[in-house]
C-alpha cells in the first residue's frame, strides 16, 4: 500500500469494496492525512510541538490524530541525530 499512488489506491477501494463516494472520500483522505503526520514526525524526529507548529495546528490536535491513527511519535525521535534549524 505505500508505493501505490492515492488514485490508485482509491481506484482499488473502489472496484473491491464498492465503497460510496462518501465513504471512498473519508479513506482517501485519512490516508492522506496519515501520510502527512508520518512525513512531519519524521521531519521534526518525534517532536510533536515542531510538527504541530509546522502543520499550522495544536499540539493537542496533533496528539489527537497521531492516536487516531495509531502513530507513537516516540518511533520518530532520534537524539544523536538532531537537525538543526
Do not use: C, W
Not at 464498492?18 to 521534526?44: G, P, S, V
Amino acid at each position: 500500500m505505500k508505493n501505490q499512488s492515492t488514485i490508485d489506491l482509491a481506484i482499488q477501494m473502489a472496484a473491491t469494496n464498492e465503497l460510496t463516494l462518501a465513504d471512498m472520500r473519508k479513506q482517501i483522505i485519512a490516508e492522506i492525512e496519515k501520510q502527512y503526520l508520518i512525513f512531519l514526525l519524521i521531519r521534526y524526529q518525534g517532536l510533536v510541538a515542531d510538527a504541530a507548529n509546522a502543520a499550522g495546528v495544536s499540539t493537542v490536535y496533533l496528539r489527537k490524530l497521531t492516536k487516531k491513527h495509531e502513530l507513537d511519535p516516540r518511533e520518530y525521535y532520534q537524539e544523536n541525530d538532531r537537525i538543526k534549524y
